[in-house]
């Protein structure tokens, strides 16, 4: 816009279109770049079911055979391959689910008759209440833990954070998560071993957000949230261990960066105390960083956690898609798909209205 | 900075070890940890795949049941006595009149006529037994009839063993359904499938009370059950897919009965004495297919040379221990026409393997690509992969999802195993020996010899015959014919195991015994 205006005034006699001369109205503005980042978003969503529904078709899944079994009659067959729609050509099937999800109907699944939209009704918050739980784990334990490590360099706790950080990269997340429950369930009878609850307490709390830690609390049930809390805790602790050892690593180096900077002697020789030049100072300035870093963990918990829930029997959106995939029940896998596509998109803006206010250069 | 986190892992530690969460599953509750992948729907029609025969057996009560360690003798259920008339065309059941659905309302003839009636017009997989008697959408009302409130005829279509026939009503598809409740759910002339597929309209022992597909399904004993009420109150099925899981919770005695646990934890388990490893008879097999569509596989000699190319011997007591017995004829052990004991059909001899293939025109061994019918299945492709080698067979294993490609004859070699629910040989011989139309067209993919592109007419009659024949004696000469003539054909459907399916349960769980046609109850459990 800037450079429309001086453009008009060294070349006055070209003919500029007026709209464009003119300053347009900040409504307008905000309007076009809501529409710009609507169209960006659905088209991004587009792209994502499109890629899907592409592989879908290459798996040599059969999705009738999901159903109906290895032994089944032609009669049989052809009836529920009618019925699941796939004599229809590949674009309109595409197209039809396409409008489907349009209006608000995400289809039902093939492999448990019940509507995707109410499967992930009850899918969705246990996944978010697990990333939420290993997030909290994550950041309480793993911030601290990388800048302690670079601020004390080289220190014995320096490398005691190498050490977790290197293991939670390389040990594969199944091993430890069967060894957890050997230990803390097998042996010292500390938490529940598989689902989010144990039996005895199912239905006994009505869901009113979804995630069971806040419904019981709501109602008051505290033996109902001490089990749910049981049970989240080790599949929890251990999907934020592996998160910790990213964050710690991340946090150390992002950390030791400013730590060099010129601004952080200055503070030194001002007179400054250690903790309020790495909190106040440094901390502060890779905050941004580490939001970023935060952001990205969480959606990698959303489906990275598939081996986790089927470790602790989780019925969550990782074991919901991977099954999806086995089975080729290809509304399952799209609208698993959608979804995390969607709280990426809805993570990214959260982190893009974050960082305008933690960082003043992007106001 | 560091003390203070300290402290706060240690509180945080020390509000968990104060709330231990130890709660061992109680005595008058059975919790079966199993899987529940690909379960769509409690509607008895639309299913005919173990786990859900299990659950539904318990919802829905038969005409006639099976126990479980006497297939061939039915026993009363909702109906008391049945009789066959002369001509072997009819046969009519009396109904008990104690028997009451969980909707308060009575069990009648018209509800069990309305039932088979129902299976037969959805045309879902529960139809596939009984459907093979000839009945059809357009004459089933006529054939399946409510004579009076307690009577119900059932008139064959055709000729057909009448044992067949009963059989077939044991099966879990053919749970009799409340109509008045049901039709009250009917939504677009679903037959109230839709309702039925999360919810229960039985006379059976219990009823459903929670069902969340893929995760848990609880069941409710039913007090005024008609044969006594359950021992035990609850019942619930926990999707626990992860074997090692499973095997922790079994051994804590959190889970009562374990399905589907893999050798390795079968294993461990087999040391505890806490723990009873049951491994029942199912009515299938592991076999080796043959695709006669390819050239090479077509001849007998190559055939003949795979029956001597694998070393069943050397995974009978590891990888099958739990899953399989050795066994080389087609009709499942102890069954009618089957033979006391065989496992000399095929025995490893990798020269002789080599011989014969020189003979066929391949001095220098053939290559061939292998894949297992699915993930299961693959240790057992790995050794046979192995053994074949040194019988000059080089398969190229490629792992995957192959029973697809099975069913359109779109392999060389595959190793897979088969199950079927009709505890008759006929059930197996129509798989493993019929093929009425070997075109790519026919698509019969239900039969095993189609998918091998292989037609043998005279193994066609036999199994009609049997089909239609009423007399055991004269039934069990047929089964023996079919599985010699099977045995002396190179077929090219090699069967090795007949499959064995492992339950798992502690030793003071009693009464729960697998069932070899899935229908496993549980009415009879009890705890210690």
Redesign the interface.
């Known amino acids: 816009m800037a450079s429309a205006d001086l453009q008009s005034e060294r070349d006055p006699n070209r003919n500029i279109d007026a709209f464009a001369a003119a300053s347009p109205h900040p409504v307008l503005i905000m309007l076009l770049r809501l529409a710009g980042r609507v169209v960006a978003i659905v088209t991004t969503l587009l792209g994502l079911l499109f890629l899907t529904f592409s592989m879908g078709r290459l798996l040599?899944?059969?999705p009738v055979?999901?159903?109906?079994?290895?032994?089944?009659?032609?009669?049989?067959?052809d009836?529920?391959y009618r019925e699941l729609g796939l004599d229809q050509p590949i674009w309109m099937q595409f197209l039809t689910y396409v409008r489907n999800v349009a209006t608000g109907d995400l289809g039902r699944?093939?492999?448990?008759?019940?509507p995707i939209l109410s499967?992930l009704l009850?899918i969705f918050p246990a996944t978010i209440e697990l990333a939420l739980v290993a997030m909290v784990v994550g950041i309480?334990?793993g911030i601290?833990l990388g800048i302690?490590a670079a601020v004390r360099r080289g220190s014995i706790?320096d490398h005691v954070v190498r050490i977790l950080a290197l293991a939670g990269h390389s040990v594969p997340i199944?091993w430890t998560g069967?060894m957890a429950?050997?230990i803390f369930?097998?042996k010292l009878?500390?938490?529940?071993?598989?689902?989010r609850i144990?039996?005895?307490y199912?239905?006994l709390v009505t869901p009113v957000t979804g995630f069971l830690l806040i419904d019981s609390a709501l109602e008051g049930q505290w033996e109902v949230f001490?089990?749910a809390?049981?049970?989240i805790?080790l599949p929890g602790s251990i999907l934020g261990y592996y998160s910790v050892a990213y964050i710690s690593r991340m946090s150390r180096s992002f950390m030791l960066e400013q730590l060099g900077q010129e601004y952080i002697l200055t503070a030194k020789a001002k007179g400054l105390g250690r903790r309020q030049v790495v909190w106040r100072h440094a901390f502060r300035n890779i905050r941004v960083q580490l939001l970023t870093i935060m952001a990205l963990t969480f959606g990698g918990l959303l489906e990275g956690a598939v081996l986790i829930e089927?470790?602790?029997?989780w019925?969550g959106l990782g074991?919901?898609l991977t099954?999806g995939l086995?089975?080729n029940d290809m509304n399952v896998v799209m609208g698993a798909v959608l979804t995390i596509g969607a709280v990426f998109l809805t993570i990214n803006m959260i982190s893009d209205v974050l960082y305008r206010i933690l960082d003043p250069r992007t106001r | 900075?560091?003390k203070k986190?300290f402290a706060?892992f240690a509180v945080t530690a020390a509000m968990?070890?104060a709330?231990?969460?130890?709660?061992a599953s109680?005595p008058n509750?059975l919790?079966i940890?199993t899987n529940l992948?690909?379960?769509?729907?409690l509607d008895p029609a639309q299913n005919?795949?173990r786990t859900v025969s299990e659950l539904i057996s318990n919802l829905y009560d038969n005409l006639v049941q099976l126990s479980p360690d006497d297939l061939q003798t039915l026993k009363p259920m909702l109906a008391t006595e049945w009789k066959v008339s002369e001509d072997g065309k009819l046969i009519t059941l009396t109904l008990r009149d104690d028997a009451v659905f969980q909707s308060g309302n009575k069990v009648t003839a018209e509800d069990a006529a309305w039932s088979i009636q129902r299976v037969i017009k959805m045309?879902?997989?529960g139809?596939?037994d009984i459907?093979l008697w000839g009945f059809t959408p357009e004459n089933v009302e006529q054939l399946v009839r409510a004579k009076d409130e307690h009577t119900l005829e059932i008139e064959l279509p055709q000729p057909v063993s009448t044992d067949l026939v009963l059989y077939s009503l044991a099966g879990s598809s053919i749970g009799i359904v409340d109509k008045k409740t049901v039709l009250s759910h009917e939504a677009n002339g679903d037959f109230g499938g839709?309702w039925l597929?999360?919810n229960s309209a039985g006379s059976g022992p219990f009823t459903l009370?929670?069902w969340?597909?893929?995760?848990?399904a609880?069941f409710n004993a039913q007090p005024d059950y008609w044969g006594g009420k359950p021992a035990m109150a609850r019942v619930?099925a926990?999707?626990?897919?992860?074997s090692?899981?499973?095997r922790?919770?079994l051994?804590?005695g959190?889970v009562d009965v374990g399905h589907y646990l893999a050798s390795g934890d079968l294993d461990a388990l087999s040391k505890s004495e806490d723990i009873i490893i049951d491994s029942v008879p199912g009515l299938g097999f592991y076999y080796v297919a043959l695709n006669q569509k390819d050239p090479d596989l077509q001849k007998p000699k190559v055939r003949e040379a795979f029956q001597h190319a694998f070393d069943w011997k050397a995974i009978a007591d590891n990888i099958m221990r739990y899953t399989g017995f050795p066994w080389q004829s087609m009709i499942p052990r102890g069954m009618i026409g089957a033979p006391s004991e065989v496992t000399d059909r095929y025995n490893y001899d990798p020269a002789k393997a080599k011989q014969l293939l020189a003979e066929a025109g391949y001095p220098n061994g053939l290559k061939k690509v292998l894949n297992p019918?699915g993930a299961p299945t693959l240790p057992f492709a790995e050794a046979l992969q192995a053994s074949a080698r040194a019988a000059g067979i080089e398969l190229d294993l490629v792992p995957?999802?192959?029973?697809?490609?099975?069913?359109e004859r779109k392999y060389e070699v595959l190793l897979g195993n088969?199950?079927?629910r009709l505890p008759d040989p006929f059930a197996v011989a129509t798989?493993y020996a019929y093929n009425p139309d070997n075109s790519d067209e026919?698509?019969?993919?239900?039969y095993y010899l189609w998918r091998t592109a292989m037609k043998v007419d005279e193994l066609n009659g036999l199994v009609d015959q049997s089909m239609k024949e009423r007399d055991t004696a004269k039934r069990t000469e047929i089964f023996k014919k079919i599985d010699a003539i099977y045995g002396g054909m190179n077929s090219p459907l090699m069967i090795f195991f007949q499959r064995t399916d492992p339950y798992v349960m502690r030793a003071n769980v009693k009464g729960y015994q697998g069932h070899t046609t899935w229908s496993t109850r549980w009415h009879d459990v009890t705890k210690e």
């Open positions: 040599p899944a059969d055979l999901a159903i109906t079994g290895a032994e089944v009659s032609k009669e049989v067959y009836r529920v699944s093939t492999t448990t008759g019940q499967d009850t309480v334990v601290p302690i706790i199944f069967l429950l050997f369930y097998a009878r500390l938490v529940g071993a598989s689902g144990d039996v005895f199912e239905g001490r089990n809390l049981s049970h805790i089927t470790v602790f029997g019925p074991q919901y099954r086995q089975m | 900075m560091l986190l706060t968990f070890t709330q231990p969460s130890w709660a109680p509750m919790v940890g992948t690909g379960i769509r729907t005919n795949a045309g879902q997989v139809s596939t459907a839709a597929s999360a009370a929670q969340r597909p893929n995760d848990v609880i619930v926990r999707h626990i897919p992860e090692g899981n499973l922790l919770q051994e804590a959190d019918s995957g999802e192959f029973t697809p490609a099975f069913r088969s199950g079927a798989q026919a698509r019969l993919g239900s």
